[in-house]
């Protein structure tokens, strides 16, 4: 995530001034105190020969390799209890699954009380005439939120991962300015001309009206993603760095998830403690209606779009 | 319905054999491509329209497109051209 800056930039930085404070080359009494950088390390060649001679004496007659059984039984013993500690753990998880209540008993409270209270009064607890988009972002909001957490944090590891300097991918594509290039194929690009509006609007409507018809968050973002991955492939990056570029992504990326913790919370903090929320349910049918559905829907729509894209971006190109 | 239903299974069932089975990669991610298509109709006969444009859009798509992105990245997809001028070349 980090970025490699100049020196004269980082010297304006307030990350600099503090290190310089915590090293004293800036004293307030002695002004400017010059520090000597420690020689480097090094050692000639007997020096590590002697080194590697004298631990493999010393290991030979502490342990006494040969003759020491206590040691023979202990490495023995290592791997019986690492096998039988493994069984163990197979052991534990098994069992703790066997009490686990088994699928499609009739009479369990999640195959008949949970689902006939979400069909029955989901529509007036929630607003949403989609029952599955209702259930997934408002009795189960907890579980999405973990769900977005993970798109986040796959998204950042991927960015660890692959992403290169800017200056870097600056010069390698001044070098071969034909490697990231779209092949300009026509017909990609009047395919993509007419599609990809069409994918835009449709990844929105499957956004904004995940109360109310199939779709929600997660698909209308997945659909917008693909949309933009279209675009890049047939348009090249340089068009999309117009509209999508990394600051973009980063602001749009991170707001989304405060916005939608932030609603989360206050959601989940009033339910549970049984106080009235402020967020008006509308009239079901309505495009404003579903009370968090649809602010909730739109933060996790942005943030599968821009993860999408982010990921084809990095394994394409190395950065954004 | 339902004889539609089974065709479309057994459809299934072939691209899962097909992709583990298959020798080139690339092909191997078309008919996984392939596989998500004819799942996300399934998921349209079950009843279940909101898997099912996740899975069109997710599993048909996006996925496809890293995988191949990943291939051209190992160079693991063999350029058509490439092959002529090395035939040329011997």
């Known amino acids: 995530m980090s970025k490699k800056v100049s020196q004269e930039e980082y010297e304006k930085t307030l990350s600099f001034r503090l290190k310089?404070?915590?090293?004293?080359?800036?004293?307030?009494?002695?002004?400017?105190?010059?520090?000597?950088?420690?020689?480097?390390?090094?050692?000639s060649q007997d020096d590590v020969e002697r080194r590697i001679r004298d631990r493999e004496v010393i290991a030979g007659k502490v342990y006494d390799r040969e003759n020491n059984t206590g040691m023979r039984l202990f490495h023995r013993l290592y791997k019986i209890m690492s096998v039988l500690f493994c069984l163990f753990l197979v052991a534990m998880l098994l069992e703790a699954v066997s009490w686990l209540p088994p699928v499609g008993e009739a009479d369990r409270p999640v195959n008949n009380e949970v689902s006939a209270r979400y069909i029955e009064s989901g529509l007036q607890e929630t607003g949403a005439t989609n029952i599955v988009?209702?259930?997934?972002?408002t009795y189960r909001a907890f579980d999405t939120f973990?769900?977005?957490?993970?798109?986040?944090?796959?998204?950042?590891?991927?960015?660890?991962?692959?992403?290169?300097?800017?200056?870097v991918l600056k010069r390698q594509e001044s070098q071969n300015d034909r490697k990231l290039e779209p092949k300009n194929d026509v017909i990609l690009q009047k395919s993509a001309f007419v599609l990809c509006p069409v994918i835009f609007i449709f990844g929105i409507y499957v956004i904004l009206n995940g109360q109310l018809s199939p779709g929600g968050g997660f698909s209308g973002g997945a659909i917008l993603g693909a949309g933009l991955i279209?675009?890049?492939?047939?348009?090249?990056f340089k068009k999309t760095q117009r509209f999508?570029?990394?600051?973009?992504?980063l602001v749009a990326k991170t707001t989304s998830l405060v916005m939608y913790g932030l609603i989360g919370s206050y959601f989940y903090i009033t339910g549970a403690n049984g106080i009235e929320n402020h967020i008006p349910l509308g009239l079901p049918g309505h495009i404003l209606s579903g009370g968090i559905i649809l602010p909730i829907d739109i933060c996790v729509g942005i943030?599968?779009?821009?993860?999408?894209?982010?990921?084809?971006?990095?394994?394409?190109r190395g950065g954004l | 319905m339902t004889v539609f239903t089974c065709i479309l299974l057994g459809f299934l069932v072939i691209c899962a054999v097909g992709a583990s089975l298959s020798k080139s990669l690339l092909n191997t991610i078309l008919i996984f491509m392939s596989y998500s298509?004819?799942?996300?109709?399934?998921?349209?006969?079950?009843?279940?329209?909101?898997?099912?444009i996740t899975e069109a859009a997710v599993g048909a798509g996006v996925t496809t497109v890293l995988f191949v992105v990943t291939l051209k990245k190992i160079h693991a997809i063999i350029r058509e051209d490439k092959t002529e001028e090395d035939k040329d070349h011997e």
Do not use: H
């Open chain 1, 133 to 137: 988009t209702g259930m997934i972002l």
């Open chain 1, 230 to 236: 279209l675009y890049v492939s047939a348009f090249g």
């Open chain 1, 146 to 167: 973990g769900e977005t957490n993970v798109l986040f944090i796959s998204a950042c590891c991927v960015m660890v991962l692959l992403m290169m300097d800017e200056a």
């Open chain 1, 20 to 43: 310089r404070w915590l090293d004293g080359t800036k004293d307030p009494f002695l002004d400017t105190v010059e520090m000597k950088v420690q020689a480097p390390f090094s050692e």
């Open chain 1, 303 to 316: 943030e599968v779009a821009c993860t999408m894209y982010a990921f084809y971006a990095l394994f394409r």
């Open chain 1, 244 to 249: 999508f570029n990394e600051k973009v992504y």
């Open chain 2, 37 to 52: 298509l004819v799942m996300s109709v399934i998921w349209i006969l079950l009843e279940s329209p909101d898997l099912a």
